[in-house]
């Protein structure tokens, strides 16, 4: 009798990332894993704001206008120190800064997320289809695009919100601001995503292995989905990370404006936007503190994004 040895076993998927080239650049970029390190400490902070938040600011039962414009904990004793039940201080209503400040960067990372995968997935689907069957369909494509190009993302986003306010009840608004955050800031950052899948389909769609595909009579969904997608999808993600960035900045700007995600769930922006105005009263860590968080989460992510475009780039390497 012969014993059959077993044929070694290949690596792993997580041997081969330790092996890549994306893992050894990000190990040599220190300013790739600091901000890495706040990107994800931010996440899991807004993840688990409800077990480690020190308050809850959406228990009414629990807020003390008595409470409202404390100042934060430790300043100085000229300063009038402030109650050490609340370190960055209290808002108008008596709610714990850095509580709110971890739940409001909850909402703004949930809407940021969710219109970055909104966008991604309108963007995908449209450029392949101009890529892949191009004539009209890749003109009607590109010319839509070409228009929303024309105006500022803020103001499209504006336009959609201001559109879905009109056409729906009032007692809605509330139930659906996500929804129609998520929409509005999705639909005015689809066209990156578009124009660059619909750029390397024109490439890929010579290829010999597309036209194999197409010889054996393979559906072109199929083709476009499994042959192509795959192949288009670095330069996708590197404009998704940044774009994260985007998505909360432009959430921000709305909730700012006052046509944001309502007050009983703020976000970053409605913070700053509510401490904006006791500024000038002496009351500055109400926005300082939100405002600040805000720019180190887009910070972080935007180096973030700034790496993983280098990364990916076969040029740098």
């Keep these: 009798m012969t014993s059959q040895t077993a044929a070694p076993a290949g ?25 890495a390190v706040v990107t994800l400490l931010t996440f899991l ?8 938040a020190p308050h809850n600011p959406y228990d009414l039962a629990s807020l003390n206008l008595m409470d409202a414009g404390r100042a934060p904990y430790w300043l100085d004793e000229t300063w009038q120190p402030g109650d050490p039940r609340f370190w960055l201080g209290t808002d108008d209503q008596g709610r714990d800064i850095l509580s709110t400040i971890l739940y409001g960067a909850r909402v703004s990372l949930l809407v940021g997320f969710l219109a970055v995968v909104f966008a991604m997935s309108l963007g995908i689907l449209l450029g392949l289809a101009a890529g892949f069957f191009g004539g009209k369909v890749d003109a009607f494509i590109m010319r839509i695009a070409d228009v929303m190009l024309s105006f500022p993302a803020i103001l499209v986003a504006l336009l959609i919100d201001g559109v879905f306010r009109v ?36 490439v890929e769609k010579s290829k010999e292995y ?57 976000s970053l922006g409605t913070l700053i936007r509510v401490g904006n105005d006791f500024l000038f009263s002496g009351e500055w860590w109400m926005t300082l ?17 700034d790496w993983l475009r280098d990364a990916l780039n076969p040029k740098l390497r």
């Design 167 to 202: 056409s729906l009840p009032s007692d809605m608004h509330q139930e659906i601001a996500v929804y129609v955050l998520v929409l509005a800031i999705g639909f005015s950052s689809w066209v990156n995503y578009g124009r660059t899948v619909r750029g390397s389909t024109l």
């Design 45 to 52: 902070g807004a993840g688990f704001a409800p077990w480690i």
């Design 210 to 266: 597309v036209q194999a595909a197409r010889v054996i009579g393979i559906h072109p969904a199929k083709i476009m989905l499994r042959h192509i997608l795959p192949n288009v999808m670095g330069p996708v993600l590197v404009i998704a990370t940044i774009n994260l960035a985007t998505a909360i900045l432009t959430e921000a700007t709305l909730s700012f404006l006052g046509v944001g995600v309502p007050p009983t769930q703020p």
């Design 289 to 305: 503190f939100p405002g600040a968080a805000l720019v180190i989460m887009v910070l972080a992510v935007n180096l973030l994004g």
């Design 11 to 35: 690596p792993t998927a997580l041997q081969r990332f330790f092996d890549s080239d994306i893992w050894w650049s990000f190990r040599r970029n220190p300013v790739a894993i600091g901000a």
